[in-house]
C-alpha cells in the first residue's frame, strides 16, 4: 500500500523530484521556496538520491546549471519564486528555445516594489509568453503527481514546464500526502533520452546566430532559420495539450489519481454560474459553489490547471452551457484586466458563446481570499447582470479603493 504523510507543499514538491530520479539540482535560496532544495540536499547526503547538488550565486546562474546539465543528457530540476524567477528572465527563454526538458517549481509570491514575501501569482503570470508549459497545483497532492507527470510530459515534447503553486498557502502548509511507490513511478516515467548528445567523436555547435533565412549547413544540408525554430516551439506546445491529458489520464490508471489534465471542474455540469480561479482560490472556491448552492443558485468551478498552452477546446466546452462566469485572479496585467480572463474571452472568440464575465482581482501580496468573499462576489455579480452590467472593469476583492 501507498504511504501517507502530512507534509507541506515545499516537502511533496521535494519528495516528487527525487521520485522522478533527477540527476542535477541547481539550488539558490529565496523565501518561500528555499526548503525544497534544503530537503533535497538532504536526500543527496544522505546517499537517498544520486545527484550533483549545485550551489550557484543566483537565480539567474541555477536555470543556466539546468541548461547545460540538460543539454548533456542529464534530468534537472530547480525551484524559485518571485524576483528568483524574474531574474531568470532570460535564461527562461534560452531554455524554450533550446527546447530542453526541465522542470522548474515555481512557489507562487508576489513581486517588488514594494517588497513582499507573501502570495499572489504575478511572478510566473508574468512569465506565460516564454514558451514553458505551466501547470497551477491546488493542494499539496497534486504537486507531488504534477511533478512526476511534468517530467514525463518535457521529456515527451522537448518543452520545459514550470510547476507552480501558490506560497506560505502551500509551500509551508501541512496536508495528508500519498506518497507515489517508487517502483511504480520508474515504471510510469522512462529514462530521459536527450535529443542532443555532446561529445568529442560528433562536435556540434549548439542554438548559434542563425540567419533571417534558412541556410545550408557544411555538408550542404538545408537548416531551419530563426523562424522556423519559433514554429516548432509553437507548434510543441499547441500538441503537448494531448500530450498533458493522455499523461493525466495513464498517472490515474497507475496511480488512482485524477488532476484532470487540462483543467478540472466540481458541480459544474448544470452550474449557471461558474466561479473560476487557478491554484488556491479556486480551491477555496468550491466551498463557495457550496455556500450558493445551499441558497438555491446553481453555482460550480472550473479551476485551470495549465495556463500554458491554454486550454481553449477545453474552456469551450466547460462554460458552453453556463449563464455567467467570474473569474478571480491573484494576478492582474496592468492596463487592461487579469490574464486568465482575457484569455477566456479570447477562446470565446468565433464561437456561438455569449455570456457575461466578471473579472475579479484578489489575494495580492497574500491578503485572505475566504470562501464567503467569493460567494458574495458571486451573488454581486448575478445582481448586476441582471441590472444589465454584462461586462465591468475588474474589480478589487477586499481592497479599499476608496
Given at each position: 500500500m501507498a504511504e501517507v504523510q502530512i507534509m507541506t507543499g515545499n516537502q511533496a514538491a521535494a519528495l516528487g523530484a527525487k521520485l522522478s530520479h533527477v540527476q542535477v539540482v541547481a539550488a539558490y535560496p529565496i523565501t518561500p521556496q528555499t526548503s525544497v532544495t534544503e530537503m533535497l540536499s538532504q536526500f543527496i547526503e544522505s546517499g537517498e538520491l544520486k545527484a550533483e547538488y549545485i550551489r550557484v550565486e543566483s537565480e539567474h546562474s541555477a536555470l543556466a546549471v539546468c541548461i547545460s546539465a540538460s543539454t548533456v543528457g542529464a534530468r534537472v530540476f530547480t525551484s524559485t519564486s518571485s524576483q528568483g524567477l524574474l531574474y531568470m528572465h532570460e535564461q527562461i527563454?534560452?531554455?524554450?528555445?533550446?527546447?530542453?526538458?526541465?522542470?522548474m517549481c515555481c512557489i507562487n509570491r508576489g513581486v517588488g516594489a514594494p517588497w513582499t514575501i507573501f502570495n499572489d501569482q504575478q511572478d510566473s503570470i508574468a512569465q506565460r509568453d516564454t514558451g514553458w508549459i505551466q501547470i497551477y497545483c491546488r493542494d499539496n497532492q497534486e504537486i507531488i503527481d504534477s511533478i512526476i507527470q511534468a517530467y514525463r510530459i518535457a521529456e515527451s515534447v522537448y518543452v520545459p514546464v514550470m510547476i507552480c503553486y501558490d506560497g506560505f498557502v502551500m509551500s509551508h502548509t501541512m496536508m495528508p500526502v500519498e506518497i507515489p511507490d517508487a517502483e511504480a513511478v520508474s515504471d510510469f516515467l522512462p529514462p530521459y533520452k536527450p535529443h542532443t548528445i555532446l561529445s568529442p567523436e560528433a562536435p556540434m555547435n549548439i542554438n548559434p546566430v542563425l540567419f533571417p533565412w534558412r541556410r545550408a549547413n557544411s555538408e550542404g544540408v538545408l537548416c531551419d532559420g530563426y523562424m522556423e525554430m519559433r514554429y516548432k516551439l509553437q507548434k510543441a506546445l499547441d500538441e503537448s495539450r494531448d500530450v498533458i491529458i493522455s499523461t493525466s489520464c495513464q498517472f490515474a490508471g497507475a496511480f488512482g489519481r485524477d488532476h484532470g489534465g487540462m483543467l478540472w471542474q466540481y458541480k459544474a455540469d448544470d452550474a449557471e454560474m461558474i466561479l473560476?480561479?487557478?491554484?488556491?482560490?479556486?480551491?477555496?472556491?468550491?466551498?463557495?459553489?457550496?455556500?450558493?448552492?445551499?441558497?438555491?443558485?446553481?453555482?460550480?468551478?472550473?479551476?485551470i490547471r495549465v495556463f500554458r498552452p491554454f486550454p481553449k477546446e477545453d474552456a469551450r466546452a466547460a462554460f458552453r452551457k453556463a449563464k455567467a462566469i467570474c473569474v478571480f485572479e491573484k494576478a492582474i496585467s496592468y492596463g487592461y484586466e487579469g490574464a486568465?480572463?482575457?484569455?477566456?474571452?479570447?477562446?470565446?472568440?468565433?464561437?456561438?458563446?455569449?455570456?457575461?464575465?466578471?473579472?475579479?482581482i484578489c489575494g495580492l501580496g497574500g491578503r485572505d481570499v475566504k470562501a464567503r468573499e467569493l460567494a458574495e462576489a458571486a451573488r454581486s455579480s448575478r445582481d448586476a447582470i441582471a441590472a444589465g452590467d454584462t461586462e465591468p472593469m475588474p474589480k478589487w476583492l477586499n481592497c479599499f479603493t476608496e
Open positions: 527563454h534560452w531554455a524554450a528555445g533550446a527546447r530542453l526538458p526541465i522542470v473560476v480561479g487557478m491554484g488556491s482560490v479556486a480551491s477555496e472556491a468550491t466551498a463557495a459553489a457550496d455556500m450558493l448552492r445551499a441558497e438555491g443558485i446553481r453555482a460550480g468551478v472550473v479551476g486568465l480572463c482575457s484569455e477566456i474571452k479570447a477562446a470565446f472568440y468565433g464561437t456561438d458563446i455569449r455570456l457575461p464575465i466578471h473579472n475579479y
